[in-house]
Nanobody
């Protein structure tokens, strides 16, 4: 069974930085694309960033491009999301997910974490 656990969320002022981590158990980690999604109160879950299994291909949502960086360490079964110059509109629960393909569609992801809250004050 695959477990996905996010950490690193918190409260930060606008312009600040946070680094989220996502640890996944199980042998499927290195064979899967990993992505971050987020969901703000009253809004749909939205794609943030995805990285392929080798770490060589990444895609980002236009709204966060240039401010967030996704990376992974297959030796540690961990994916990261470095967030800089955070804005109040980045406030959301951030979810980590695994997929057999590189995709922006949450329906293609079969393992999800419980999420970690990021709150950005103005």
């Amino acid at each position: 069974q695959v477990q996905v656990i996010e950490s690193g969320g918190g409260f930060v002022q606008a312009g600040g930085s946070l680094k989220l981590s996502c640890a996944a158990s199980g042998r499927t980690f290195s064979n899967r694309a990993m992505a971050w999604f987020r969901q703000a109160p009253g809004k749909e879950r939205e794609f943030v960033a995805v990285i392929d299994r080798t770490g060589g291909i990444t895609y980002y949502a236009d709204s966060i491009k240039g401010r967030l960086t996704i990376s992974r360490d297959n030796a540690e079964n961990t994916v990261f999301l470095q967030m800089t110059n955070l804005k109040p509109e980045d406030t959301a629960v951030y979810y980590c997910a695994l997929s057999p393909i590189v995709s922006r569609n949450p329906e293609n992801y079969d393992y999800w974490g419980q999420g970690t809250q990021v709150t950005v004050s103005s």
